[in-house]
């Protein structure tokens, strides 16, 4: 079992494929909100072994039409501060398509609080399809494949393919060690209480092939995919679970009416 600062540390910060981004069915088509994004911040309780360790915001914002990006900052709570690693932000500034779904990480970056640059940092380019830069110091050149996405991007990807009505059936995320792919199941439905109140939520599984682990999400349509609860189990110990604790999203834009 690992120990819970280093479970903070390393799954607080990035975990993937994992947490979703805000959506609406009836967004205008033409525009990347045709598949439901707008501007958002969600936080979650981050509980490990039964203990509140701290808390993740994720904020979603846009920078022009098809550029926008996606922050995660993790915050320990408690002795976890005593781990200086645990609180970091990763960010990832991506392309997505304006017609259709579609998702493009350009760069991604890891930072430790206090840190004048990156831990990590990724460049990629799809004209050449290669992955450039450092992780944890290692260098990095790595060949690229259509569709692959990184730990944030990994999650507009899913949200964007489940608010287009498509079923989603996997994801592959880059890595340092090479591309990792994750398959995706629904496995259910469920009305959760939440601080939003009342939630029906579908519950989808993704796993690694022949992986010990597997990381349920209980996503809401009312509430554009967004999940309410992430679950990780390893075989049937829970080791890690998000609770919603609030959420702000940008209204959607006005109904133009018809000439």
Known sequence: MKRPHLLFALLLAGIAPAVAAAADAAATPGDASAAGLRPYTVTYDFIAYGLTVGTLELTLSRESSDVWTYRSRSQPHGLFRLKHSA?????????????GVGVRPL???????GASTPQSEVHFDWAANRATGTVEGQAIDMAL???VQDDL???????????????????????????RDYSYTRVGDESLHTPLGEVATIIYRTQKANAPRNTR???APAYGFIPMRVVQQRL??????MELRSLQREPPPPVQSAP
């Open 145 to 147: 494949r259509p569709g």
């Open 107 to 113: 760069l991604s970056t890891d930072t430790e609080e």
């Open 153 to 179: 991007s990994a999650q507009i990807a899913l949200i964007q393919a489940l608010n287009a009505g498509q079923v989603p059936t996997g994801v592959a995320v880059f890595d340092k060690s090479g591309i």
């Open 217 to 219: 999400y209980w996503c």
């Open 87 to 99: 609180a970091r932000t990763l960010s990832t500034r991506m392309v997505v398509e304006p017609h």
């Open 236 to 241: 049937d110990q829970e080791e890690w679970a």
